[in-house]
């Protein structure tokens, strides 16, 4: 037993069955861990229990904790009738008429309120809590802010309007629905910003603000990209290689630089656009391992290319031989002229001279591409002459062949 205020017996145990229970404080109906207690006989000794655990004891054994399905109870419609297949009738719950609670069906309607009765307001206080989808994130990504208003008298009414604000500057409003309202923006510039959740209130829910919350923007995230013009080339064709950066938060700034085999061959500012372009003629043959690197500004993060392999090529050569004079005699010597030309560039190394297959020599290109070697044929008839061009590290080979006549 328990004793009441007055010192009179109160039975310290009842038994529950059959209810339906929906704590209006939380969107869902969910009930509070403690919603239930029990107590020892001086009630100074109680016991807290949640829903699953209290029926876990005996208590409120075919008892449901659930949304009743009100078709729309929240202010200012108030309209506490069940939807269809609503979990209070299968508790047992029996609907009545809203306009006259505690009466039988054929009983007069509620008497009419007299001019002298006294009306009293009661505007409830409510709690806002702000929480927010992450901190920090980068410029121009989405960050959402979730303000959640509670009251004892249950939820404001779909639609009211939360204001959030930054340092106490209002940035944004979003409406209610079921107690929660959800703002989001990716228009927050960087650095630390304190947001807090302000609800305004209504006749019957006072208004109240969250705590604030501290939100961090940082530089946004970059993406850069490389590209050839030619790939592959030859020696001494020109490549341009374009760097492109980008962002989801706008067009990059800066500069960036370009790298051959880990060599800066090249540091070029990034247009309006975000693009960087550098042109280079004097990759020698081989592959190339061929980055950019940007980097990053104040409203951007620094961001590297994957490795593009530039792979070039020994230039193609063509040899032209002069033969002079000719016809000549035995007693004349012939100058053989060779000149060896390419796209790549003036070729260097030798070229070799030989009738038929008797070598006769051999003599370096000078700076014009150009070699001579002069001889005296022994025999007279027909020679057949060729200048074979022996290749260089950047030049493929070459020949051609005249015929020389001697008299």
């Not at 994130?137 to 009414?157: C, H, M, Q, R, Y």
Request: glycine share 10%.
């Amino acid at each position: 037993m328990c004793n009441d205020p007055m010192g009179q017996p109160d039975t310290a145990v009842q038994y529950y069955a059959s209810n339906l229970y929906c704590y209006a404080s939380n969107g869902d109906c969910s009930l509070p861990s403690d919603a239930f207690l029990t107590s020892d006989s001086t009630c100074a000794t109680t016991k807290n229990y949640s829903f699953s655990a209290w029926q876990g004891i005996g208590q409120d054994l075919g008892s449901k904790n659930a949304d009743p399905l009100f078709n729309n109870p929240y202010y200012p419609n108030d309209d506490f009738s069940l939807k269809s297949g609503s979990p209070a009738l299968s508790v047992g719950f029996v609907p009545f008429s809203l306009t006259s609670p505690g009466r039988t069906n054929g009983a007069s309607s509620v008497p009419a309120v007299a001019p002298s009765f006294i009306i009293y307001t009661y505007e409830d206080t409510t709690q806002t809590t702000l929480v927010q989808s992450q901190s920090p994130t980068k410029l121009g990504d989405p960050v959402s802010f979730t303000a959640t208003i509670k009251s004892e008298l249950g939820l404001p009414a779909d639609g009211e309007l939360v204001t959030f604000t930054d340092g106490g500057v209002n940035f944004g409003t979003a409406p209610l629905s079921k107690g929660v309202a959800v703002f989001t923006t990716s228009s927050m510039s960087l650095g630390t910003h304190d947001i807090a959740a302000v609800y305004n209130g209504d006749p019957i829910f006072s208004t109240s603000s969250s705590i604030t919350v501290h939100h961090t923007i940082n530089p946004a995230t970059s993406t850069t990209t490389l590209s050839s013009s030619l790939n592959p080339s030859t020696s001494g064709q020109n490549v341009t290689f374009t760097a492109t950066v980008s962002s989801s938060a706008g067009v990059p700034d800066g500069s960036v630089t370009f790298q051959q085999n880990g060599t800066v061959i090249g540091t070029v500012n990034l247009n309006s656009n975000g693009v960087a372009t550098f042109s280079d003629s004097s990759l020698g043959v081989g592959s190339h391992n061929v980055i950019a690197k940007y980097s990053g500004s104040t409203d951007y993060d620094n961001s590297q290319s994957s490795t593009l392999v530039q792979v070039v090529n020994k230039s193609n050569t063509a040899t032209a031989l002069k033969l002079s004079p000719n016809p000549a005699t035995t007693s004349q010597s012939v100058t053989m002229t060779a000149t060896v030309t390419s796209s790549g560039g003036v070729p260097s190394g030798s070229v070799g001279f030989s009738d038929g297959s008797t070598q006769l020599g051999s003599s370096s290109l000078n700076s014009s591409g150009v070699a001579t070697f002069t001889h005296t044929f022994k025999t007279t008839g027909s020679h057949s002459i060729t200048a074979n061009y022996k290749g260089s590290g950047s030049f493929n080979i070459s020949q051609t062949t005249k015929t020389e006549t001697i008299n």
